[in-house]
């Protein structure tokens, strides 16, 4: 299934509106948790329950006056409670509130983004399954190496975002903690059973030991993780653009009727996704520079964190939520062109099959630097003057001496290459069904 790509549903989680609607599901939550341990009236957490409301439009306006935003939302909903307000945010400080609720929307971010990442595997599974005796050339330094197929590719990217997801589960579960421990973080005011409950009821775990703030450490790992991941769809993407160019055209993005790749020549048909991709996952890196930037604050807490996170937290969820949809489409959409890989694999005229003739000659006794002379000898004269790699090693007298005319052509055979793909599968995706 191609996720929903969601401007709407990852970029909900990170609105005014609901940011303020998680600050008061977690004032809610600690209120409910005091009432259990009699700091607070039980019936004025059961009416706050019921009655509490968030004006978005309302907490603003106060907030012109307050320059708080925590002290303008507690001003808004404690109007809105009557007498019970003053029981509202009773015994908290802002970041008690802050941070458990940053927790939340991290959570449910990753949450969007792990759906991400199981809908790119399928497709990456997909395609690998699809492709994976179609054969290609492998390229080293960007210098044709040795056949590989194309399902080989789809494969190691699959492994490689297998390996993301659980990334993502430990960045999730690492940023899925909350704290009311108070202003540094002593319980002055409220007992550490109060936070227990609390995050119990939000579905988080309490930090162990907090300052003023749920130490910065933790975000640093989640805001890491997904340039991790937005590090591989680069990586594919840039694969990508690399079949597309001209003298390869491997494989291409679809491209779309009525779609123009330049304003000024009309035959183009550029990697414009791929590009894309590879640009935003930038953006990323950065984000997590600055997250780790975020570490290390004055004593118990500065707000030098705030301002930074505020922007790199829904710009990197969203953008990761963003990229990873726009990659599984474009996986799913590729264009290939298998005579064009089998063209591109015979451009050397069989030098890709160097290394079967070496390993075959020291196989026969020879040391492997006489053996590795004795093949570059006519893979040089392929290089230099043209002409087929196996006809010039037939020709040549020294390897004569050590194969056969039957053990030089099994040595050209493309299969040998492939004999462990099956194998490699397996390793990757376990036994088919």
Request: charged share 25%; hydrophobic share 45%.
């Amino acid at each position: 299934m191609i996720p929903r790509y969601s401007r709407e549903v990852m970029a909900r989680i990170w609105t005014e509106e609901h940011k303020f609607a998680t600050w008061l599901k977690v004032e809610l939550a600690a209120m409910e948790a005091m009432a259990a341990y009699g700091i607070i009236p039980q019936e004025a957490a059961q009416r706050a329950r019921a009655q509490a409301v968030c004006d978005v439009e309302v907490i603003l306006e106060i907030e012109k006056k307050t320059h708080h935003d925590v002290a303008a939302f507690v001003d808004q909903v404690s109007q809105c409670l009557g007498e019970d307000g003053r029981w509202f945010h009773f015994g908290l400080t802002s970041s008690d509130v802050l941070d458990t609720a940053f927790g939340l929307r991290l959570k449910e971010s990753a949450d969007l983004l792990l759906e991400d990442v199981d809908a790119l595997l399928i497709v990456l599974k997909d395609q690998a399954y699809a492709y994976k005796d179609l054969p290609m050339v492998g390229r080293t330094h960007g210098v044709h190496a040795e056949p590989i197929t194309l399902g080989l590719k789809f494969a190691l990217w699959y492994a490689e975002f297998e390996r993301h997801r659980s990334r993502l589960e430990q960045a999730r579960k690492a940023v899925a903690v909350g704290k009311l421990s108070g202003a540094v973080g002593t319980f002055a005011h409220l007992p550490p059973e109060v936070e227990a409950s609390a995050c119990a009821l939000l579905g988080l775990e309490p930090a162990a030991i907090a300052t003023q703030i749920i130490q910065r450490d933790r975000h640093a790992e989640f805001f890491t993780t997904l340039a991790l991941v937005g590090a591989s769809i680069e990586k594919a993407a840039l694969e990508i653009r690399h079949l597309q160019r001209t003298e390869v055209r491997e494989a291409e993005e679809a491209f779309a009727a009525g779609q123009k790749g330049s304003s000024a020549m009309p035959h183009k048909r550029n990697p414009i996704l791929s590009e894309n991709l590879c640009g935003l996952a930038r953006v990323l890196r950065a984000n997590a520079l600055a997250a780790m930037e975020n570490v290390a604050l004055w004593h118990e807490r500065d707000i030098s964190h705030s301002s930074v996170e505020r922007l790199i937290a829904p710009d990197s969820c969203v953008l990761l939520d963003f990229i990873l949809a726009r990659l599984t489409r474009m996986l799913k959409n590729l264009q290939v062109y298998p005579e064009n890989m089998a063209q591109n694999l015979d451009l050397t005229h069989g030098l890709v099959f160097s290394q079967g003739l070496l390993l075959a000659l020291v196989k026969k006794g020879l040391t492997r630097d006489a053996a590795y002379r004795l093949v570059q000898r006519p893979a040089m004269r392929v290089w230099e003057e043209g002409g087929n790699f196996a006809q010039k090693v037939r020709e040549e007298a020294g390897i004569g001496k050590y194969l056969s005319q039957d053990e030089i052509a099994e040595l050209f055979d493309l299969n040998r290459y492939f004999r462990h793909v099956p194998a490699i599968f397996e390793r990757v995706f376990g036994k088919e069904q």
